[in-house]
């Protein structure tokens, strides 16, 4: 991918409306917006992630990229080492080039699917690699693996692009959304980027001979202790105005991180009966599509970006 080919890409940037806080910031000067991240690739690490539900990492993992900052600031991310748009997280100060050769690397492993983590403020950046990698013939499947803060209109511009969305869908509750993740208007915002993601991708999840998803839509959401009708209130909204047929990973990893120990209820692991009430409204509603977590989890989704891998304890 030529010099030019990437200018044009990063041509929006100029006056970023990428994700739903519609900054309006020259992204090319230095008055950065919400995210507070230029035109730069502003990636953590690239790295074979295994821990991702059966049919996204499978037997081998993804090639998973993480971008830096996010266009949500939820006080318990376990990704806060780099998502914390306050502080000066650790960046890969690589070309275009370098990037691209990381990636075809791992793929060269027998690895075929590539996962964008954060993607949604670094849409041109994404947009970019993947066209470079695709310059050398190489045809991953491509994972948008998004917070679900994303814009209609931005995703009608990757119905060609993505192969498998992998959104969360965090809240229906505007209040807990507003104060754990500094968004009032997710409900509203997410639910509606999912209608568009399953618009595009339908409720069949295209699973390949090696039991990769090649193409679909799975939505995941993480139950929160202490806040169970949330949880109840997601479910519903998925089974009544998506489809109960959509593919959810209903994810217990939540452990007490970052900020989270300013709310009380977040201050303590899920227990085993707050999360059987999520799995029977889930089962009550009709959803069998779709992955549980165990219980236990939580100690196992843990991850440390001051490593080069950050999800290998060792």
Known sequence: MDFSSLLSELEILHDCTLCPRNCHVDRFSTKLGYCKTGIGFNISSICIHRGE???ISG??????????HCNLQCNFCQNHQISNNQINTTSFSLSLEAIT???????DQGINIVGFVSPSHMIPQMR??????????YEPTWVYNTNGYDTVETLHGLEEVIDVYLPDLKYMDPALSSRLSDAADY???AGAALKEMLRQKGTTLRINDEGYAESGLLIRHLVLPGYIQNSIDVLKFIANELSPLVHVGLMSQYFPSNSAFTDKKLARSLTQHEYKIVVDVLEELGMSRGFIQELESFNHYRPDFNKNHPFEKY
């Open 128 to 137: 970019a690699i993947i066209r470079a990698v695709k310059s050398f013939g």
């Open 53 to 55: 539900e059966p049919v």
């Open 187 to 189: 409900p509203e915002v």
């Open 101 to 107: 050769s990381q990636i075809i690397r791992i793929l």
């Open 59 to 68: 037997s081998k993992g993804i090639c998973n990229v993480f971008f830096t």
